[in-house]
């Protein structure tokens, strides 16, 4: 199986900051790499498609990057509303897997 | 507007049967793969089935290979979950997807005795 590894495990931010998250897979998912938030009880959102590609409805100042086992999810520009829980996933083989998630909270 | 509406969670014994339904729609269910994944309380999210659109391959976690039998029924836009011989490590909130890009609101399987 893929593993996701996402660091780091909490990020303190200040709103209005430029931050970046990380996703490493333990082989090549070429861009089949997803990013979702997922605010507490509620379902994930879809942020990011295939790597960098980005989804109708979400915020301009979400977006990605990387190929291969390498991948950065940026927000440009911290807001409240973004403290949450982000979550990759592979879709290149199965077993589809998720990281453990990156939790952004208030500094 | 794309709805997915989970129903059938709930409270069952351990080693029990339980069937999830996801009703569909605001799209052609019939043209779109579809998943189960599911988080444990407090924990992560889990990918357990995947089903083609046409219902002819599937695909399970090996935790729950054997046990688990996900369906679709094109005709009603609904997508299934069979779970039989459940275990306590199965109690989490089991959400409906297209392969990710939308997601209903989830439904609570608690196993317990």
């Known amino acids: 199986d893929v593993v996701l590894t996402q660091s780091p495990a909490t990020l303190s931010v200040t709103p209005g900051e430029r931050i970046s998250l990380s996703c490493r897979a333990s082989e090549s998912v070429d861009t089949y790499l997803h990013w979702y938030q997922q605010k507490p009880n509620e379902s994930p959102r879809l942020l990011i498609k295939?790597?960098?590609q980005s989804i109708s409805g979400i915020p301009s100042r979400f977006s990605g990057s990387g190929s291969g086992t390498d991948f950065t999810l940026s927000i440009n520009g911290v807001e409240l509303e973004d403290l949450s829980i982000y979550y990759c996933q592979q879709g290149n083989s199965l077993p589809y897997t998720f990281g453990a998630g990156t939790k952004l909270e208030l500094k | 507007e794309v709805q997915l509406v989970e129903s059938g969670g709930g409270l069952v014994q351990p080693g029990r049967s339980m069937k999830l339904s996801c009703a569909a729609s605001?799209?052609?269910?019939?043209?779109?793969?579809m998943a189960w994944v599911r988080q444990a309380p407090t924990k992560g999210l889990e990918w357990v089935a995947t089903?083609?659109?046409?219902?002819?391959?599937?695909y399970y976690r090996d935790s729950v290979k054997g046990r688990f039998t996900i369906s679709r029924d094109n005709a009603k836009s609904t997508l299934y979950l069979q779970m039989n011989s459940l275990r306590s490590e199965d109690t989490a909130t089991y959400y409906c997807t297209q392969l990710g890009n939308y997601w209903g609101q989830g439904v609570m399987v608690t196993v317990s005795s």
């Open positions: 295939y790597a960098s």
């Open positions: 605001g799209f052609t269910f019939s043209n779109y793969g």
């Open positions: 089903i083609s659109y046409d219902g002819s391959s599937t």
